[in-house]
Nanobody, 118 residues
Framework: HVQLVESGGGLVQLGGSLRLACQAS????????MGWVRQRPDSEREGIAA????????YYADSVKGRFTIYKDNAKNTLYLQMNSLEPEDTAMYYC????????????WGQGTQVTVS
């Protein structure tokens, strides 16, 4: 069993920064890829960043590349998403997710944290 708990969301002004955190617990051998997925109002979920926990390889969607950084503190078993230069289009519910890298879909999800950019 794996639990993912996000924190760090909130209201931020245009151009501001936020850092999201995802505390993982449980059977950490159940996954080796973690990522952040967001869902904007009236839109489908969008995978915006991912990291291979075994080696640190990262992936970013074009919409956030150069502004967001995903990284993991293995000692704390916590995944982070540093978000800079935030835009109104970044307003969304942000979810932390995990899977084995060879699986197509994430199978562990957090409850989500809301980010609103005004």
């Amino acid at each position: 069993h794996v639990q993912l708990v996000e924190s760090g969301g909130g209201l931020v002004q245009l151009g501001g920064s936020l850092r999201l955190a995802c505390q993982a617990s449980g059977n950490t051998y159940s996954y080796n890829c973690m990522g952040w997925v967001r869902q904007r109002p009236d839109s489908e979920r969008e995978g915006i960043a991912a990291i291979y926990t075994g080696g640190g390889t990262t992936y970013y969607a074009d919409s956030v590349k150069g502004r967001f950084t995903i990284y993991k503190d293995n000692a704390k078993n916590t995944l982070y998403l540093q978000m800079n230069s935030l835009e109104p289009e970044d307003t969304a519910m942000y979810y932390c997710a995990a899977r084995l890298c060879w699986h197509a879909d994430y199978n562990y999800w957090g409850q989500g944290t809301q980010v609103t950019v005004s």
